[in-house]
């Protein structure tokens, strides 16, 4: 047996170490319940009876995969004993992490600026030269400089910017040390998450939740259904992942989506060249001597590089000297690469597809059917829950950037003219935080505002849109984000797409910085429109005026019989053509046919010329009673990983009193499971009311889990905080006598002594916040007697 192998090893420790009861039971724990990772294992530690214990815990760091700490070697259940891994053990990734993440150093994590006056005066140059040089972008533009001055002088308000938040940063409050890599082995330990195929090595980017994270992300889920889909009455679809390649063509991702990437020459690794080309010029800049000819070539690079072609970039890549950054092996040339996963739909091949990179499409083209669903009335919402893929070059981060991901979308349809919502008055006092564009351009701190103002002022463009800024805000901090680290950030002009009115992240501050997790954009009528040309499907609504409005409109007339005379089979394809015409196309084809005397259109791939014998053009009086729009659309858009990871980051705590018991403090609501029901004893009479607990939970539906393993209650205790359960039922040998159990709650570990028959509803209004901590201990007697060594 493998414990007969190890037994002299476990004995010297415990003798070696009998002042530290705590690091020793932990050892031998760790080893009885732990099966060896590998042979190499056995004999190390048969090997090592008389090494100290430095060389022990060297032993285990040798033997331990960072990648599968879910496996629980050496774990204890009051904490975990880092380490190091050792790549070449056996079924251990030779590439997993970054050099960063294997470094496992704790970070620090600033929260709020301090207000001295001091700091003030160290700030304040560099607040002067971002504002000095954010006027200077918006005299430019306002004089009409050329756009690539315009992008230098950008770019060099971008450095500045960068340098006056890392020295906030820097200066600001920092809350104590973070230890990232401690709470991801917690989560990989109890298997939250971890990296998916791990026993193949695993693959960058790619994540699989196991029991724990599954319920998790459920709860989330729920909740985000419950307080957005039921409570503002949207229209839930859930649509096909598998897209077809003219839908992205119209949406402009197959377009925008293409990267140009390059290979280490010698070791095959991919670098995202611009990602590539703008860190190796942003450090040259940085170099003391380079002539200001030398930095002018530079910061035009900069301010060019969205748009230089793929020779042009390999010029640069020569130009600067550009190679791998992990190795400073020479890159190979320029390959385009499309961020989409492409695939084909049908045995045939013919039809190329791609996996969708976002879910929002899905609902655009549906819009036509929700329309309908809603009687035809405006406004409304359609929302769904799915994954999307996106073949990023080089994911990093954990959860913050992967290749497939859950998002949750709403697209709020609206009257371009009527941007009002009638539940605004509800959330108008929401005090909110808000770093907008022009406190970004001229070196301010962001401001605190409640949305009212932050609307009346002309800060966020409409009411709707500061409506769901407002209850995006409710929502993170009700699934336990922390208020002091969310902010709103405004983009700003250079960042906006061309079609948005405005457009807000909310970013939650973790141990990566701040991180975009919820993005808000006023998107206005694009994605309509651009569905619309490319299927000629009209994807509008329609409002009833209040009194007939007679107007004059430009209108083709057909002579149906010369035109089937002269077309045959596709008459009915040019019918439909001019039925659904714009009136900016129908303008330019009048112009054509007066002109020329003939007019070209272009149907299902096919050109047809028109004659005035086929077609008239020409203006006519109309009276309307409807009138036809393309809706706006807001649209909140949430990133569920990267939520999931900075609420994990907000939660993830250290018991005062012993630094090696880690714990979650999730929100009840978050919490994978709400209970732990745990028996002193095995024995029969004990076990009896775990059953009648346990059914007592089953009937209105909490999530528990009991643990009767028999370890020490104190133990079991660190073995349900490690796995966020915020409730814990102990049953003792006076549940026998008095049918009474005590209710432990997870954050205070204060106790309350309650009858078996208010259990189920005690945790259940707990858990579903109806009954707070508080009241419950002045509902039911405190109990503090109970053994936890």
Not at 579 to 598: C, N, R
Not at 605 to 627: C, D, M, R, S
């Amino acid at each position: 047996m493998w414990l007969r192998r190890v037994n002299s090893v476990v004995v010297e420790k415990v003798v070696f170490f009998k002042k530290n009861h705590c690091i020793a039971s932990g050892i031998i724990r760790g080893l009885i319940s732990s099966p060896p990772h590998s042979t190499a294992y056995s004999s190390k530690v048969s090997s090592s009876s008389s090494a100290s214990l430095s060389n022990f815990l060297n032993l285990r760091n040798s033997c331990c995969c960072q990648d599968l700490k879910n496996l629980s070697l050496f774990s204890t259940s009051s904490g975990f004993l880092s380490s190091t891994p050792d790549r070449k053990v056996k079924g251990l990734p030779e590439n997993w992490g970054s050099k960063k993440e294997r470094s496992r150093k704790p970070v620090k994590i600033g929260i709020e600026m301090a207000t001295d006056e001091k700091i003030e005066e160290i700030l304040a140059p560099l607040r002067a030269a971002v504002k000095e040089q954010g006027d200077l972008v918006r005299k430019m533009k306002e004089m009409g400089n050329s756009e690539i001055d315009v992008k230098k002088a950008v770019v060099e308000l971008k450095a500045k910017k960068k340098l006056l938040e890392d020295r906030e940063l820097e200066l600001s409050k920092t809350e104590e040390v973070f230890d990232r890599p401690r709470m991801e082995d917690l989560l990989k330990r109890r298997f939250f998450y971890d990296q998916s195929f791990a026993i193949y090595g695993g693959v960058t980017g790619q994540y699989d939740f196991g029991p724990m994270g599954c319920a998790t992300k459920t709860n989330f889920l729920n909740f985000w259904r419950q307080f957005f889909v039921l409570e503002e009455g949207m229209f839930e679809v859930d649509c096909s992942i598998l897209t077809p390649e003219p839908v992205l063509k119209a949406s402009g991702h197959v377009d925008r989506f293409a990267d140009l990437m390059v290979k280490d020459s010698k070791t095959g690794e991919c670098f995202r060249l611009d990602h590539l080309i703008k860190a190796t010029v942003e450090k040259l800049q940085k170099e003391k001597g380079t002539d200001k000819d030398k930095q002018d070539r530079m910061l035009q690079v900069l301010a060019q590089l969205d748009g230089y072609s793929k020779e042009e970039m390999e010029g640069l890549i020569q130009e600067f000297n550009v190679v791998s950054p992990t190795t400073g092996n020479p890159v190979g040339p320029p390959m385009e690469f499309n961020l989409m996963f492409s695939t084909s739909i049908g045995p045939t091949g013919l039809v190329k597809g791609f996996l969708r990179p976002e879910t929002a499409q899905g609902i655009f083209v549906n819009f036509k059917r929700l329309l309908e669903f809603n009687q035809g009335k405006l406004p409304f919402a359609g929302a769904q829950i799915g994954n999307a893929f996106r073949n990023e070059i080089s994911p990093r981060s954990g959860l913050l950037r992967v290749r497939e991901f859950t998002m949750a979308e709403i697209e709020h349809f609206c009257d371009p003219n009527d941007l009002t919502h009638p539940r605004f008055v509800e959330v108008k006092d929401t005090i909110m935080t808000y770093y907008s564009a022009c406190d970004q351009m001229e070196g301010k701190r962001p401001t605190r505002k409640t949305i009212g103002e932050a609307v009346a002022d002309k800060l966020v463009a409409n009411e709707t849109l500061g409506y769901f800024l407002a209850r995006i805000q409710m929502f993170l901090e009700k699934v336990g984000v922390n208020p002091e680290k969310l902010r709103f950030r405004q983009h700003m002009s250079n960042e906006m797409a061309h079609y948005a009115r405005d457009c807000w992240d909310a970013e939650i501050l973790t141990s990566y910085g701040w991180v975009e997790c919820v993005g808000c954009a006023d998107r206005s009528a694009f994605d309509l429109n651009q569905h619309t040309k490319a299927t000629n499907v009209k994807l509008v609504a329609e409002k009833r005026l209040p009194a007939p409005k007679k107007i004059e409109q430009l209108q083709a007339t057909l002579n149906k019989a010369a035109i089937g005379k002269q077309f045959k089979q596709n008459a009915k394809a040019i019918a439909e053509y001019f039925e659904h015409i714009d009136t900016s196309e129908l303008e330019s084809l009048a112009k054509s046919l007066e002109s020329d005397g003939s007019m070209e259109i272009t149907v299902k791939n096919q050109q047809f010329k028109l004659t005035p014998a086929e077609i008239t053009i020409g203006k006519q009086e109309k009276t309307i009673h409807v009138e036809e729009f393309v809706p706006n659309v807001i649209e909140p858009s949430f990133g569920v990983g990267r939520i999931l990871y900075s609420i994990f980051e907000h939660n993830f705590k250290v018991r005062p009193e012993d630094s090696q018991r880690t714990y979650f403090s999730l929100p009840p609501l978050m919490a994978p499971v709400k209970c732990s029901v745990l028996p002193l004893s095995s024995k029969p009479e004990l076990l009896q009311m775990v059953t009648r607990v346990t059914q007592e939970l089953r009937k209105r539906e909490i999530s528990f889990r009991v643990d009767d393993s028999s370890g020490s209650i104190g133990r079991r205790y660190s073995r349900t905080d490690e796995i966020a359960i915020p409730f814990g039922i102990t049953i003792d040998f006076e549940t026998v006598k008095s049918e009474t159990v005590t209710l432990r709650e997870r954050d205070t570990t204060l106790q309350v002594r309650l009858p078996i028959d208010k259990v189920g509803e005690t945790v259940r209004d707990l858990a579903t916040g109806t009954l707070t901590w508080t009241k419950a201990m002045e509902i039911f007697p405190k109990f503090d007697s109970q053994d936890a060594s």
